[in-house]
């Protein structure tokens, strides 16, 4: 099967009118995506991708994907999937392109859109969801996809073989498991920052009365607000559940030491994105000061150098992927084994455009084949754009349930991406 | 003055074809520049500036500018100068665009040229260079184009106004002797890695009959060639002169440490982007490993957050600013700042497309306002594409000599552009 033609769309929901999804740093966000589709010289075979983004700049992925087609088009998926590593370098490489990179923001998002399109057409053409196909990869071929450049220093392709063989014989009890228990989520739908008091009251009730047990919140554009907030969900949620707070990058290092010292009474269990996402060294002072709170991020986290440098200095508790911004799967499967090497749970990033729908796949590969645990691991989940997709989650008492759809369950519908389009989809046109 | 339009073009050399600028990562670059003319309602008054790039991926910044270009179209120069700081942000931060960054890669890059064309046309506006412009301003002035978030935690407003004022008193001795001997060049043109043992053995004889003192040399593609190739850059500039090697990111932190030791013998002044430009705590590793030869990096070190780390974990013993990749002069500043409280000295990475232009005014205001010092301070020099410009740099006998005519040195020829404009321009057709 050949790859003939690379296409990118780019397609916008106007989340901005109703506050969904707003935070202390994008506070009118418009929940897009830039759509791959990678067509092929098999009748009824596509691979789709897509990278998700805030509404303006997704024009600038969709110009990434036409940057790298070249490297794309005409080759064989077997070609591809042969030297998988070799392909992911060439595109994250490219000797004059990664100069506006390298391997970081609009070449790697559009890389990345790219490279889950080629996995989605590879699970479609064997028949099997991702998560499936990746768990029955031998730990030789899944060793194989990943580029150790610039991560050799804590983990060789040896580990890296050492951690998956570990799993390996007891690979389907997981898979049973998985498919008959599913695998734990938390929701973020209920404290956007945009919310009043009451509605973030109620929105808290109804998380419960749904089985919730993780509980999210937006924080850090003002104090007063946020202990006040904090104060109302912590009430609503009861000692047993969990909080968790999200700054979005409101603060810098000092600030957020300050901040969550005042936050600490309510017991949040982790601050996610208390500063840049570039402060490896940042969030570090940031985790020893607030301990035992944990530290998460990761879903601006660029690439598997950041995240790396993360563990190796002790700045996260939790590890959260990000589907899109990491250079697709290849990439991913270097963090989750660079998470269990050091011991830190992956809890992804989801959410937005698709990122439900991506990264549920992730982590059940990680229990099946990496980490084997479901210990403080929880997947996001928001409750909103999926009637978009052919396939979309199954979530149903805070856990995650595995598609058996073959591909990558990101395959939106032709009608969607129609009304959609930006700018000349009926729903911008009108606007 | 109003700004009443933001254009960008996409401007290519094709430099590859006599792999001039060839390094173990960037194997046949297209030396580019996405180049910036914001437009006035004044006539004949326009800012320039430009985004220096390696061929391929200059669309994307052409692109960027244009998503960017809503923020500036139509605001007045002093309304922008009055509250420069919260412009810098806005830019940087707009809360859809910087998910695709933030402030790193394409998007980065982009507002970089748009920054600096702002000052371009504000140095305009007063009849100043650049360089005399930013020394002229005022401690206060200066620190008010500055955004610290995210670094507030190594450098206060306070503590950038105390090292501003230290030099005030004296900044006049500083520039008289900066206009009659000039500024330390070194110059890189002699060890592209695509040339031969002969050539690289004439090019450095010419380079010291030329009054060169520190020639640089490209490495990290084959240990056994490093090593001969070092062995007669040392032999031919004797042992008075400096050699600094640089490896474009070539290695993993171990594989750096490990070829260092073999080309120790020679006693490099520096190594320059041994790994990742990502992998901070992995620059820190190497260089307690390999002193006393110092540690180089910067040309790709995204933005201040990165460099703040650098400085903290001792992981860089010169610091390599870009004119491009930082945000513009406004980021530059912060940086220069950062490096005088922690005591590194300030070398800017140039050469590719009007960098040299470029970085000296950087290091003219260096030297007369923040760390008033030369000393273990050199500004790169390569001899190429400095004709194309209106008011190139002036090198001679290994010093760079401060120009006089108002702006940032980076307006380019009209029929340079226009000849070089990609993929229309004439250059481009016939190839």
């Known amino acids: 099967m050949r790859i003939t033609e690379v296409t990118a769309r780019d397609i916008r929901f106007p989340t901005s009118r109703t506050l969904a999804g707003s935070d202390a740093v994008h506070t009118s966000p418009d929940y897009s995506a830039a759509y791959v589709v990678l067509k092929t010289d098999e009748p009824g075979m596509e691979g789709h991708g897509l990278s998700f983004t805030c509404g303006r700049g997704t024009e600038l992925l969709v110009g990434g994907v036409h940057s790298l087609a070249p490297l794309v088009t005409g080759r064989s998926l077997e070609g591809i999937v042969d030297d998988f590593r070799g392909f992911w370098r060439l595109l994250a490489s490219d000797g004059q392109v990664r100069w506006v990179g390298p391997e970081k923001g609009v070449i790697h998002m559009s890389m ?70 599913g695998y734990p989520a938390y929701t973020t739908s209920a404290g956007w920052l945009g919310y009043s008091d009451e509605k973030l009251r109620s929105l808290c009730r109804e998380a419960v009365a749904a089985g919730w047990t993780h509980v999210k919140m937006k924080v850090g554009a003002d104090l007063a607000d946020d202990v006040r907030r904090a104060a109302i969900v912590r009430e609503e949620i009861g000692e047993g559940r969990k909080l968790m707070v999200d700054a979005n990058q409101a603060w810098d290092v000092p600030t957020a030491i300050e901040w969550m010292r005042k936050l600490a ?19 570090s002072v940031i985790a020893r000061a607030i301990a035992p709170i944990g530290v998460a991020t990761g879903e601006q986290c660029q690439n598997r150098v950041v995240f790396k440098q993360l563990m190796q200095l002790d700045a996260i508790k939790f590890c959260q992927i990000d589907a899109c911004r990491l250079g697709g799967v290849n990439e991913v499967l270097a963090v989750l084994l660079m998470a269990a090497k050091f011991g830190i749970p992956v809890c992804p990033h989801a959410g937005g455009v698709g990122l439900c729908e991506y990264v549920q796949h992730h982590s059940y590969f990680d229990y099946i084949a990496v980490s084997a645990s479901m210990e403080n691991r929880v997947v996001e989940y928001v409750d909103h754009l999926h009637e978009h997709f052919f396939d979309p989650v199954v979530v149903s008492n805070s856990r995650y349930f595995p598609p058996t759809a073959p591909g990558f369950s990101i395959t939106m519908r032709p009608e969607s991406l129609d009304e959609y389009e930006f700018p000349n989809g009926p729903v911008w046109r009108s606007a």
């Open 112 to 181: 990345s859109a790219i490279v889950n399109a080629i996995w989605d057409l590879l699970a479609k053409s064997k028949g099997k969801p991702l998560w499936k196909l990746l768990a029955d990869m031998s730990p030789e071929d899944l060793v194989g996809v990943i580029d150790f450049r610039y991560i050799a220093d804590v983990l060789t392709p040896e580990e890296a073989l050492e951690i998956l063989r570990k799993n390996y014989a007891t690979r389907a009890e997981r898979e049973a498991e998985l498919m008959k228990s």
């Open 265 to 283: 009474p309510f017991r949040p269990w982790w601050i996610e994105e208390p500063t840049s996402p570039d402060d490896v060294y940042g969030h």
